[in-house]
T-cell receptor
Framework: ETGVTQSPTHLIKTRGQQVTLRCSSQ?????VSWYQQALGQGPQFIFQ???????GRGNFPPRFSGLQFPNYSSELNVNALELDDSALYLC???????????????FGPGTRLTVL | DQQVKQNSPSLSVQEGRISILNCDYT??????FLWYKKYPAEGPTFLIS?????DKNEDGRFTVFLNKSAKHLSLHIVPSQPGDSAVYFC???????????FGGGTRVLVKP
């Protein structure tokens, strides 16, 4: 069983640029959630995708957007990068709620984004 | 507005003893609670969960207790092992599979 994978591992961008982060969900999982973890804090929910549709969004501006593909992999796009966007971005996948009896989310290793 | 709080940023415990991690929440709509462990350069790893219809769930060395009236949960690790040294996050959701709201984490150091 392949776990959640994310790419790239690290990324350095400058303020104002755009970035795309990628995530492959665990086999059999059709729900993907994205989280931002700033240094010294817990992860914060950005949004969730279920069967290619956005299924909930946290308190993040519209310049944070996402996609989910038919194979359930996902992208997180951030436009007009700001210094405060520097963080670890985590992707988590889960089976559709109620289908397996286990509802925990399984996390990838994250992408460390640095904005200069 | 921090809906999930872990008031102890760090905890040091001797190998073989009990580690007790605490977590408080404010949103009474939360009905599913989880604990994750995180090593540096890795994503959080699921440890144990509990739904609001239970007050205790046990899995090996890990036990989670839920006190709904106090809006408090705790994680007990017995016995603690050096490999348990990590950052532990509690998380809550309003429905299983829904978005997770995390606490700020507690760094645990288990001394040999």
């Amino acid at each position: 069983e392949t776990g959640v994978t994310q790419s790239p591992t690290h990324l350095i961008k400058t303020r104002g640029q755009q970035v795309t982060l990628r995530c492959s969900s665990q086999s059999g999982h059709n729900t993907v959630s994205w989280y931002q973890q700033a240094l010294g804090q817990g992860p914060q929910f950005i949004f969730q995708y279920y069967r290619e549709e956005e299924n909930g969004r946290g308190n993040f501006p519209p310049r944070f957007s996402g996609l989910q593909f038919p194979n359930y992999s996902s992208e997180l796009n951030v436009n007009a990068l700001e210094l405060d966007d520097s963080a670890l971005y985590l992707c988590a996948s889960s089976p559709a709620s109620g289908t397996s009896g286990r509802d925990e989310q399984f996390f990838g290793p994250g992408t460390r984004l640095t904005v200069l | 507005d921090q809906q999930v709080k872990q008031n102890s940023p760090s905890l040091s415990v001797q190998e073989g003893r009990i580690s007790i991690l605490n977590c408080d929440y404010t949103n009474s709509m939360f009905d599913y609670f989880l604990w994750y462990k995180k090593y540096p350069a890795e994503g959080p790893t699921f440890l144990i969960s509990i739904s609001s219809i239970k007050d205790k769930n046990e899995d090996g060395r890990f036990t989670v207790f839920l006190n709904k009236s106090a809006k408090h949960l705790s994680l007990h690790i017995v016995p603690s092992q050096p490999g348990d040294s990590a950052v532990y996050f509690c998380a809550a959701s309003k429905a299983a599979g829904n978005k997770l709201t995390f606490g700020g984490g507690t760094r645990v150091l288990v001394k040999p």
